[in-house]
């Protein structure tokens, strides 16, 4: 088959703000491992680089992305991949309590755990379980960009923020985030949003950093991730540039732990960019809030 050719202190969810409607490589080497109903293919219904971010050659400061769906699998994928291909430093995680693929049933799905099994052992799985099944239904063509992409699924739950990932260097984007923590984390679906900022506020924020929290209501199907993946990408430019112009202007001091000028002044702006790009994007319905780390 063909593979992919594009290869706040308290509570936060109190501040949270809704933007105003607007009007009418080859894969890894295999060798690295260290309630969700069945529905989309989500399972919905389902050397390490400075924190102040990537400069000179990759085309200035970047933002550092996260990107959250149920598994892991497509919707996030997707999105990372995307902004991977943009040169953003970015990873990628689900936040259910296992990975749920279509089945040959809706009572049949294929169950795996996250954090160590391969996309490459899924999709060798599926290939011989029932390998016309598995490509009409694009599982198998999911599975072949995934495998392109970063070794397998993570579970948002099980990531311990602020340890170097040097062992993912391997995977697309991990260049600026080997460090361990991210600046924006974009969901693709509320229940994923809600388990994040719930987890959040169960870790604690040892770090003591600021971190934007920002669902896209993106339906778990293979057509509309391409459509919310280039949505993110436009949410993640826009984010970007309003980081460099704000840093520029106030400077970056500060930055990481969110009290430099410059850093406060784009947190403050981060709510009408949204309400912009949701004028641009009106039917992706978006959240937000500020979490910490």
């Known amino acids: 088959m063909a593979a992919d050719p594009r290869l706040a202190r308290g509570d936060p969810r109190l501040a949270t703000a809704t933007p105003p409607q607007p009007p009418p490589p080859p894969p890894p080497a295999e060798a690295r491992p260290q309630d969700m109903s069945l529905g989309g293919m989500d399972g919905s219904q389902d050397e390490v680089v400075s924190n102040e971010g990537l400069s000179g050659e990759e085309g200035g400061f970047k933002l550092k992305f996260c990107t959250?769906?149920?598994?892991?699998?497509?919707?996030?994928?997707?999105?990372?991949?995307?902004?991977?291909?943009?040169?953003?430093?970015?990873?990628?995680?689900?936040?259910?309590?296992?990975?749920?693929?279509?089945?040959?049933?809706?009572?049949?799905?294929n169950v795996y755990p996250?954090?160590?099994?391969?996309?490459?052992?899924?999709?060798?799985?599926?290939?011989?379980?029932?390998?016309?099944?598995?490509r009409a239904n694009g599982l198998l063509a999911m599975l072949e960009r995934n495998r392109s992409v970063k070794w397998g699924p993570e579970r948002w739950q099980d990531w311990p923020v602020g340890k170097p990932r040097l062992e993912h260097k391997e995977d697309r984007g991990s260049r600026g985030v080997e460090g361990g923590v991210v600046d924006v984390v974009i969901t693709c679906?509320?229940?994923c949003w809600d388990a994040v900022v719930d987890n959040l506020l169960e870790r604690g924020s040892p770090l003591n950093r600021p971190v934007h929290v920002i669902n896209l209501d993106i339906k778990d199907n293979h057509e509309e991730a391409l459509v919310g993946g280039n949505a993110i990408l436009d949410l993640a430019d826009t984010l970007n540039g309003a980081a460099r112009e704000e840093r520029e202007k106030g400077g970056s001091e500060g930055w990481v732990e969110g009290t430099g000028d410059g850093r406060a002044s784009f947190d403050q702006r981060v709510p009408e960019i949204l309400a912009e790009w949701q004028e641009r994007w009106p039917s992706i319905p978006a959240i937000w809030t500020i979490g910490w780390f």
Do not use: W
């Open 114 to 134: 996250f954090n160590s099994i391969s996309y490459n052992q899924m999709f060798t799985e599926l290939s011989n379980k029932d390998a016309r099944l598995y």
């Open 68 to 109: 959250v769906c149920a598994n892991n699998q497509n919707r996030s994928m997707e999105a990372h991949l995307r902004l991977s291909l943009a040169a953003y430093p970015v990873i990628s995680f689900g936040t259910g309590s296992l990975v749920r693929l279509p089945g040959p049933s809706i009572t049949q799905p």
């Open 189 to 191: 679906e509320e229940r």
